[in-house]
């Protein structure tokens, strides 16, 4: 934990090159950070699964809607912080650096691992179970998630630019990406059934109990797990392509010229995933190469549009309801989850009977006068507002903690 107000790892500073200028804060570094936090609590906590609008929920398969974009312009972000973040020990493997890396991946990946478990724990007591018998499922605890691929992704990412120059990052991004887009292509990759060679691999590895269900178009569950291991790796380009999205931040101190490359390499990526989702569709699940192309894409130009809006024209107020999210992201994520598994599993008698305290929530208090899908919605911006105003205690009080 650290206490200080400039916690450079949360609140990014770009110190000017050359010894020279003046030193230049993104604050949209953090908004936009703050943004992906915000929307990956709400479109996780509807106040019904049965009652979520088309754009709040993820495509079936193929196909990209607003809520596939969260998680991907996290990882993005993550790695533009990552070029900020080893930027220090002049992208050297030092034992330090080394070090850095491997803490903060194991850390933020026993985490994720200890939050699937908390869930698991809270539906068992929440069943009848007494504490031993719900603390000990670990034969059903999922090993992979989406803190754990943030861990991933990031760790092999840090250590990759820490042995690789800056400049030969472009092909290794490229033989990730075309490399698992013939894996997908032979191991029949676009194909939503347990034949699919991502499901195949983490099946083979820890077995379908610790794994994530989903759901074929026929109805039929399957194992197939939308955070696979293979499908980790694409995600690894992901952060790596924000990271050199972070150096061109960095050595461009003008930020109309930010803006600029920002929107224009936005472009060509974005254009280059939906011209070839043909060939290879976008598709979240399996973290296509054109998901990747696309979401980075799409990231970049968001991040550059809330420069100019935010630190060009200085327009920033409508902001500040992000910055306590963007500024604590991963523990105000943690905090949510927790939350989510507490409200959804704590229950007490009501008319007689016992309801949980989301239950509650959204079947007396919201659902009646707001109808289902506009209830849902609300319960999933009451959520978030809870989740934030956690962020902001911790924000008003100089806390900023770091992984």
Not at 246 to 263: A, F, P, S, Y
């Amino acid at each position: 934990m650290n206490n200080s107000k400039a916690n450079k790892d949360s609140q990014i500073t770009i110190p000017p090159l050359g010894g020279k200028g003046v030193s230049s804060r993104l604050l949209s570094l953090d908004i936009l950070r703050g943004i992906t936090i915000a929307g990956m609590i709400m479109v996780n906590n509807p106040g019904s699964w049965s009652y979520v609008y088309k754009p709040l929920g993820h495509a079936h398969w193929h196909g990209l809607t607003p809520t596939d974009l969260v998680f991907p312009f996290f990882m993005f972000i993550m790695g533009v912080s990552t070029f900020m973040s080893l930027r220090k020990f002049n992208f050297e493997p030092s034992k330090t650096a080394i070090w850095k890396i491997v803490r903060r991946t194991v850390l933020i990946f026993v985490i994720g691992l200890a939050l699937g478990w908390f869930g698991q724990l809270c539906r068992g007591l929440a069943s009848g179970e007494t504490f031993g018998q719900a603390a000990t499922h670990f034969d059903t605890l999922r090993i992979l998630g989406v803190l754990q691929r943030l861990a991933l992704a990031y760790g092999f990412a840090g250590i990759i630019v820490l042995f690789f120059k800056n400049k030969q990052l472009v092909w290794i991004i490229a033989t990730i990406l075309v490399g698992y887009f013939l894996i997908l292509l032979f191991g029949k990759g676009f194909e939503m059934s347990e034949q699919n060679i991502i499901a195949r691999i983490d099946n083979a590895l820890w077995g379908a109990a610790h794994m994530y269900k989903d759901t074929t178009p026929e109805g039929v569950r399957i194992a197939l797990d939308p955070e696979g291991l293979l499908s980790t790796i694409p995600s690894i380009a992901h952060v790596l392509i924000g990271f050199l999205f972070g150096k061109m931040i960095v050595e461009n101190k003008d930020n109309h010229t930010r803006v600029e490359k920002l929107l224009i390499w936005g472009t060509v990526l974005a254009f280059a995933g939906l011209l070839l989702q043909y060939g290879c569709p976008i598709n979240k699940k399996i973290w296509s190469p054109t998901f990747v192309l696309t979401t980075t894409g799409f990231a970049a130009q968001l991040l550059g549009l809330l420069i100019w809006i935010i630190d060009i024209n200085k327009k920033e107020k409508w902001s500040r309801f992000f910055h306590a999210f963007g500024v604590n992201p991963l523990i105000v994520y943690v905090f949510a989850g927790v939350l989510a598994n507490l409200v959804g599993n704590i229950r007490f008698v009501f008319q007689g009977e016992p309801i949980a305290v989301k239950t509650f929530i959204y079947q007396q208090l919201l659902q009646p006068w707001a109808g289902n899908y506009f209830g849902s919605l609300l319960y999933a911006l009451f959520f978030v507002t809870v989740s934030w105003l956690f962020g902001y205690i911790l924000y008003k009080r100089n806390i900023y903690i770091k992984l």
